[in-house]
């Protein structure tokens, strides 16, 4: 089945302790990003990535960091997660000249 | 900056038909977008028009007009489980960019 997979679903983490998000696509697609969506604010680009070793920034990429070295890989780093990163992340992938995304399910992310 | 206004609200009744405008001031153009997601759920892709008019899928259409800086999606025949959330978003340029989404549509279809 083609689909885009995140991992984990739901995450309680403390402020500081690194984590890590993975998202993982088996479309072939060249292009992932990273939202995150909080109540009342809608969807907001974190990072995105053109292909393989090609990032770069969303609207708000402080406090996040990613890194694509396989085409279908694109995991999300929070270096010191602080609870104003509390939120409901969402992984897309697109292959080029498509015109649809096809989301993840979603991590629900909460830092205390 | 880039800007999409949508409505944050909308309520029909099941059978009818509801449009959910879309306005957008952005720094660049090339196409609409259309989601939905319902609670709990991941966006789905709806529909996407890069040139005015209207693109009809099922029971949903969407429209756009660049003149205007206007989209709007209509659905029909409308269900309960359309209840969702509605988002448009624009693309700016050609090629593999990021979608700017607007803060969404809650739609409430009652009986």
């Known amino acids: 089945e083609a689909q885009v997979t995140q991992n984990p679903r739901y995450l309680i983490t403390v402020t500081g302790k690194k984590l890590t998000v993975t998202c993982s696509q088996n479309m072939n697609h060249e292009y992932m990003s990273w939202y995150r969506q909080d109540p009342g604010l809608g969807l907001r680009q974190i990072y995105y990535s053109m292909n393989v070793e090609v990032t770069d920034k969303g609207d708000v990429p402080e406090g996040y960091k990613v890194s694509r070295k396989e085409k279908r890989n694109f995991p999300l780093i929070l270096e010191s997660p602080s609870p104003n990163q509390t939120s409901l992340y969402f992984c897309a992938s697109r292959r080029q000249g498509a015109d649809g995304y096809t989301f993840g399910s979603g991590t629900r992310l909460t830092v205390v | 900056g880039q800007s999409l206004e949508q409505p944050s609200e909308v309520t029909a009744v099941e059978g009818a038909i509801v449009q959910i405008n879309c306005t957008y001031q952005?720094?660049?153009?090339?196409?609409l977008s259309w989601y939905q997601q319902h609670d709990g759920g991941a966006p789905t892709f709806l529909s996407y028009?890069?040139?005015?008019g209207l693109e009809e899928t099922g029971r949903f259409s969407s429209f756009l007009s660049r003149s205007d800086s206007y989209g709007y999606l209509l659905l029909q025949e409308l269900q309960m489980k359309d209840s969702a959330s509605y988002f448009c978003a624009v693309k700016l340029v050609r090629g593999n960019t990021p979608l700017v989404f607007g803060k969404g549509t809650r739609l409430s279809v009652i009986a």
């Open positions: 028009n890069a040139l005015d």
């Open positions: 952005t720094s660049g153009f090339y196409g």
